[in-house]
């Protein structure tokens, strides 16, 4: 289902959503994960900081359980099936003692490219914040100057009915955002 949008916008754009019917069978190719990495690595960041760190696991390895731990019960359930997990963690202060002020702006910046390049490669992608930062860093043993930030979890899109009750409903439910009216205060085109 297309993004309703005044004008046309890129593909990608109006198509993509955030899924949690995941195959469960379904693995992901290291050039694929490789892409989706180099397209958060290329993504624009305050002074180019660069603030992001990346923790990756696929399912079955060891990095992908313990991000997986770290999740709160609902984003397990599905979650789970995703062929990948990765968190991003934040570097909070430069090199040289100052504070990274705009870190999570700058994550932010590093996923949307991450996704994006994702549902290019016909993968698909679902950030999570739904989960416990103390468990991520104890589980993953996160050095003390990195920030636990944000969960996505990749893979390839199942059909709905692999879910069930509240999951289903969210699945197939129309997407909804504010209107332009709404979110430009001051100079909306005509
Ligand atoms: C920062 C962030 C955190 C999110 N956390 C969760 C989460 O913990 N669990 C979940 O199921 N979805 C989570 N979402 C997905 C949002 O609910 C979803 O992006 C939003 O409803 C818009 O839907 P769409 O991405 O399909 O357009 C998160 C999204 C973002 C950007």
């Known amino acids: 289902m297309k993004a309703e949008t005044s004008v046309p916008v890129h593909e990608i754009i109006a198509t993509r959503r955030s899924p949690r019917s995941f195959n469960e069978s379904a693995t992901i190719g290291d050039h694929d994960l ?5 397209a958060a690595r290329w993504a624009p960041s305050a002074f180019n900081g660069q603030p992001w760190r990346f923790f990756v696991g696929k399912r079955g390895d060891q990095t992908f359980s313990q991000i997986l731990t770290s999740l ?25 003692g100052s504070i990274h002020a705009d870190y ?27 989960f ?9 043993s996160i050095p003390a100057e990195l920030v636990p930030v944000v969960v996505i979890a990749i893979g390839t899109q199942d059909v709905p009915e692999k ?23 001051k100079g909306l085109p005509s």
């Open 34 to 38: 490789l892409g989706i990495l180099e």
């Open 72 to 96: 709160g019960e609902f984003n397990q359930k599905w979650a789970k099936n995703a062929s990948a997990l990765i968190l991003v963690t934040a570097k909070t202060t430069k090199s040289d």
């Open 104 to 130: 999570q702006f700058d994550c932010g910046l590093a996923v949307g490219q991450l996704v994006v390049e994702t549902h290019h490669r016909g993968l698909i992608a679902h950030q999570m914040t739904g």
């Open 132 to 140: 416990d930062k103390t468990i991520a860093q104890k589980e993953l």
């Open 163 to 185: 879910l069930s009750g509240p999951l289903l409903e969210r699945e197939t439910a129309k997407r909804e955002r504010l209107s332009l009216e709404e979110i430009v205060l």
